[in-house]
């Protein structure tokens, strides 16, 4: 119940940054940072959280590993944008074995300018991922490999250091399929570097 909680609230604020720039499009014609027809390119590297379970618990686990993206997209109108990227969630010890993730992002994207050098991001899309399990045999936990499309959502904050550079911090989450567990979810916090062209 509380993961269902924390998805929606999730989903809901994503929303709301999409539907947030949107209105403020009226507002913002001004602003050139993310222009009609800017696009850019970037790249994020923090920390994954895999919301899976160790089965049996007589195995060490982790939930964590190093995340990295790649990214580009371009703006439909001052708020309004489209991204398409490929994260690697990492690998974490889980089960006596390894579980990894990675998957493609085609995202619907929401800005929110708060000022001229900052601002607000949401987003909503759908995620491509690819999903690899080894486990000991008494784990309880299913080997396999899984893809498919789940839906993803994202929130974040834009810092412009000039109209080419800008740092971005956000936060992701992807609907995954794994073998023998159906879907969970696996998440990324992430900092990096975005160039506008």
Known sequence: MRSLTR?????VLAVAALAAGASAQAQSSNYTLNAPG?????VNVGKSDFSVGNGSGFYSSENRD?????????YINNNLGMELGFTD???INRAGGTTKAQGFNLSMVGRLPLSPSFNLLGKLGATYGRTDVSSAPASGVASGS???FGVSYGVGAEYAFNPQMSAVLQYDAHDMKFAGTGRDRVSATTVGLR???
């Open 89 to 91: 969630f990492g690998k």
């Open 66 to 74: 190093t995340a990295y993206g790649i990214y580009g997209g371009s």
């Open 38 to 42: 800017a696009s850019y390119v970037g």
């Open 195 to 197: 160039y506008k062209f």
């Open 146 to 148: 899984e893809s498919g």
């Open 7 to 11: 998805n929606l609230s999730a989903t």
